[in-house]
């Protein structure tokens, strides 16, 4: 009897230091009532490490930089910041990064990462919106303040955070990105402080004038992505199971918005409308694209690319990176789905060559897809070695610097050869 | 008895505590006149000349690969190294197996270079073809900025022999090193003989 008390009341004891340890209070939100003026010493020390962590990523080049996408996103984000955030003195900026892994956070200081794998995602501005207001609420939460305070620094912060993860296959350590992670809002939050983002978030969002119900594509299209990386990796035929915590996020936030946003007031225009938006972002979806070819996730290459040829108009480099997203699959074909031809890569090229006939990099793709032999074809045919050979020619022609000049020099002795 | 127990629990200690301290290091070996020549890597198969003054290491135990260095891992770092080609390049989720042309193998070690983060700012100087002990190889310059940000320089051959792709690295910070010795580099790869039998 006095046993089974004894077992209760540690029982209890356990339980109460578990919910104490995982539920910190709140602190105070930034705002006109707590400024940057009244930074707490370890706040001023995270906002110096922070500063510190973002000058070595812009040092090591790890930023993408592009004039006419930063000032959009600029734009964006002035729109999303909340007036209690210029009250408080923060400043807020974005930042994008060049990385496959699926992911935005934000530090103490208000600056806010978003990697091309999430900006080439989107498919209008609401959704950036989503992400940013999103973030700017963990910033005005002073949630990294709060995870530091907590220790949390574990080894999976790139594991399911914020509106994405680093799940995605492929891709090197990111050192830099780790410790930056490990101070932003990409550390794993309580479930309760996301959930309080969350809110937040859709608050500001409101507050932008930014459509408030459809803010769960976000998280929906990023679901997919990961599903469809998934698919192409190494335990691809492993069926693909997102993580509960991430969907019942979606679920909430589904609940939150049919509970307090019913009818929500009149929403204003975005700052671009859809096809815009694509086509303001579209050298990130090319950088997105390239990536992806880069790390062999030909099937997200190609969709990524199909998605920038939506908007690119005269420039052919989408229809190229198009074109070796096609071939990529021909030599590492998916399981359950199906090879494209070489027929389909070459239109591929033909197309960026009918936007601009003098691209070089087209002329010399369209060629290598006559010169190599892989595939189900294993030797070349005569009209190929011509075709090939034509090819590498004007190649040289159009680009006679060209920075693989040796090669093409090969294979043009070895058609040439063959042609005797 | 029991005496001999206790030397045998010493000499497991001893072994342990070296083990330890040694952090499992290989020996280091001097390149000096004394050296075989031409050095025999014979669990890579292949042999080659090495530039004396050098130092070398084997790491068999954990890839079977050598390392070679004059003052140490950060200011030279000459590996030789060789994968099977049917292993998937690092980053890349490709392998270079099949009828790649070593074209295509030299971009499938850039997309691994390039989507490796830590290497920042990544630069290609050169990419062209080359022969080493007669076999088609890629011949690979680039500079990148390590992840506290100092400009690196490398020079990277990949031979495919047979069912492996071999690799020669050099690497050493731009400034100074990688021209005070990418020619003890240059010098030792064009020596290399293969020695896979049949090739």
């Known amino acids: 009897m006095r046993a089974a008390r004894s077992f209760r009341l540690v029982f209890l004891l356990l339980a109460l230091s578990g919910a104490i340890g995982c539920v910190t209070p709140p602190l105070p939100p930034m705002g006109a009532d707590r400024t940057t003026a009244q930074l707490e010493p370890d706040e001023q020390a995270l906002w110096k490490e922070s500063r510190a962590i973002q000058y070595e990523i812009e040092s090591a080049g790890l930023h993408f930089d592009d004039a006419s996408v930063d000032a959009y996103l600029a734009q964006v984000l002035a729109r999303a910041t909340p007036a209690r955030m210029r009250q408080a003195g923060l400043e807020p900026r974005i930042e994008v990064i060049s990385n496959l892994a699926i992911d935005g956070y934000s530090f103490a200081n208000g600056v806010i990462y978003i990697h091309t794998a999430l900006l080439a995602q989107m498919t209008d501005e609401t959704m950036l919106a989503t992400m940013l207001t999103r973030e700017l609420a963990h910033v005005v939460n002073r949630n990294a303040l709060r995870a530091r305070r907590e220790k949390r620094r574990t080894a999976d912060t790139m594991a399911w955070v914020g509106v994405g993860s680093s799940m995605v296959e492929g891709g090197g350590e990111a050192k830099l990105l780790l410790q930056a992670a490990n101070m932003t809002s990409a550390v794993n939050f309580h479930h309760t402080i996301e959930t309080i983002a969350d809110e937040r978030g859709l608050e500001f969002l409101d507050e932008a004038g930014y459509g408030v119900g459809e803010t769960p594509k976000l998280y ?50 975005p700052i671009l409308d859809a096809a815009a938006f694509q086509r303001r972002l579209l050298p990130v979806t090319i950088r997105q694209a390239e990536l992806e070819l880069a790390a062999g996730l030909f099937r997200s290459a190609e969709k990524t690319a199909r998605r920038a040829t939506e908007s690119s108009g005269d420039d052919p480099e989408p229809w190229v990176v198009l074109g070796r997203a096609l071939m990529g699959q021909r030599t590492k074909p998916i399981a359950n789905q199906p090879t494209p031809s070489i027929k389909q890569a070459r239109e591929a090229f033909e197309e960026a060559l009918r936007r601009d006939r003098r691209s070089a990099v087209a002329v010399r793709e369209l060629a290598m897809s006559y010169y190599r032999t892989t595939g189900l074809a294993r030797a070349r045919t005569g009209e190929e070695s011509d075709a090939a050979l034509a090819g590498f020619r004007r190649y040289l022609q159009l680009s006679p610097e060209a920075s693989d000049r040796a090669y093409i020099e090969q294979y043009i002795r070895e058609l040439a050869q063959g042609e005797r | 008895m029991r005496s001999q127990i206790q030397r045998t629990k010493a000499v497991l200690l001893g072994l342990v505590l070296l083990l330890a301290t040694t952090a499992c290091a290989p020996p280091w070996v001097p390149i000096d006149q004394t050296t075989p020549r031409p050095f025999d890597m014979t669990p890579v198969q292949i042999k080659m000349e090495m530039p004396l003054g050098w130092m070398s290491s084997y790491y068999a135990p954990v890839g079977g690969y050598f390392f070679f260095t004059v003052h140490g891992s950060e200011l030279e770092e000459f590996w030789v190294r060789r994968f099977p080609r049917s292993a998937v390049v690092k980053g890349t989720g490709r392998n270079t197996g099949g009828t790649l042309t070593v074209q295509e193998m030299a971009e499938i070690s850039i997309d691994s270079r390039r989507l490796d983060s830590g290497t920042g700012n990544f630069e290609i100087v050169s990419n062209r073809p080359a022969t080493i002990g007669g076999q088609s190889c890629f011949r690979l310059e680039y500079r990148h900025r390590n992840a506290i940000g100092l400009e690196k320089r490398t020079l990277e051959y990949g031979c495919p022999v047979g069912d492996w792709l071999y690799r020669f690295e050099f690497m050493a910070p731009e400034e100074h090193y990688f021209d005070r010795f990418v020619g003890d580099f240059e010098a030792s790869v064009a020596s290399v003989q293969f020695t896979i039998p049949g090739i």
């Open chain 1, 220 to 269: 929906e299209t990023t679901i997919e992505y990961i599903a469809e990386v998934h698919a192409q990796g190494a335990w691809g035929w492993v069926p693909f199971v997102p993580p509960p915590p991430v969907l019942a996020r979606v679920q909430g936030m589904k609940t939150l918005i049919q509970t307090k946003y019913p009818d929500q007031r009149a929403t204003r225009p």
